[in-house]
């Protein structure tokens, strides 16, 4: 079983930046400050 594929169903925030998936905005936020250094949309 792998850990990686989760259906899209249960993770409906994409990342513009790469094809990652998050099941919260929270979740997508917090990818985007880390991997790519941005804010999405809410400021600090
Ligand atoms: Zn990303």
Redesign the pocket.
Known sequence: MSERETPDDERPYE????D?RFATREELKD??WE??EMDGDVPP
């Open positions: 990342c513009d930046l790469c990652d990818h985007v991997y790519h």
